[in-house]
């Protein structure tokens, strides 16, 4: 049985202070792999944003708009987009995703990293790619250019769909149940190859065994076929105005449809978790029974 998520119906602010008992309980869902669901929890769009609610905002070529914290740019808008409302929109979720996660997690915050911010315009069903590049197919997120070395993953989403749009996810069996499965027939690290990689600039920094690891997971998931058919999942429909948050590195999730998402990446230091030994770096080891952070 899959529990898949974590309902927080009294959250319904982006600030705190929360109570110790729900903080305590997020934080132990959280790092168990169940996705926490705030029904109550919309992200409000103002009255002159109602405008980016359009395909048409991307560029065609890449699916999402987004923003990098860095630079302050936005990237994958049309050229004809109101970038300056773009950015505002993007911006403004950023922040409020941030004070959500400091203060519902408040032992997370000296390891807390901002990454990217998306904007998610277009519809996903009816969507083709190739196998490996199809999120309806369920994975864990592994990025080949930008490795983690164990860091997590932490993503929030909201719905700021019209009315009768749900995002519908898929949720698969824990990380340990999934892992234990696919990893006798993964190929063994290769630090040649992570070495080669970084040297012509394919990744941004050496892929460790852990990262080669959980690409090849990645990849052994989306390619199996059968496994997408027969494994166990959960179907979570999320409507309009609500909002959800896991660790995408350790629950296997697919998007199956939905329209008009804002998503905002979080990495967190190992050392900053209530019980690091849940991560995919520490169950992966455990089961290699050997150390793959280098
Ligand atoms: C994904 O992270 O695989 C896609 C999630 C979404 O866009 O809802
Ligand atoms: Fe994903």
Redo the contacts with the bound molecule.
């Keep these: 049985m899959i529990s898949g998520t974590l309902e927080l119906r009294e959250i319904d602010r982006w600030s705190g202070p929360f109570s110790g008992e729900i903080r305590d309980r997020a934080v132990d869902a959280l790092e168990d792999g169940l996705v926490l669901y705030f029904p109550t929890l919309p992200f409000r769009l103002e009255e002159q944003e109602q405008c980016l609610l359009s395909p048409a905002v991307a560029n065609g070529k890449a699916k999402n708009v987004s923003l990098d914290p860095l630079s302050g740019s936005v990237k994958g808008a049309a050229p004809d987009a109101d970038r300056a409302r773009l950015h505002a929109m993007l911006e403004r979720f950023a922040a409020q995703a941030t004070q959500l996660v400091s203060e519902l997690f408040p032992a997370y915050v000296s390891g807390l990293e901002r990454a990217r911010t998306s904007y998610?315009p277009v519809e996903?069903e009816g969507r083709s790619y190739s196998a490996l590049k199809d999120?309806k197919l369920l994975?864990v997120?592994a990025f080949p250019s930008t490795p983690t070395h164990g860091r997590r993953i932490l993503?929030l989403?909201s719905n700021i769909a019209p009315a009768g749009h749900p995002?519908i996810?898929r949720v698969g069996e824990p990380f340990q149940d999934f892992a234990r499965k696919f990893l006798p027939s993964l190929p063994r690290p290769n630090p040649v190859t992570a070495w080669f990689f970084a040297a012509v600039g394919a990744t941004k920094t050496r892929r460790s065994a852990y990262d080669q690891l959980m690409l090849a997971l990645h990849d052994g998931a989306k390619r199996d076929a059968a496994y997408q058919k027969g494994a166990p999942q959960v179907e979570i429909d999320f409507p309009p105005g609500t909002t959800w948050l896991c660790y995408?590195d350790q629950v296997l999730?697919?998007?199956l449809a939905?329209q008009f998402?804002l998503?905002q990446t979080f990495h967190i230091e190992l050392d900053s978790m209530a019980d690091a030994a849940r991560s995919p770096l520490r169950v992966l080891e455990n089961l290699a029974g050997r150390s793959l952070a280098n």
């Design positions: 998610r996903i999120d994975h997120d993503r989403f995002r996810w995408t999730h697919a998007a939905g998402a998503e």
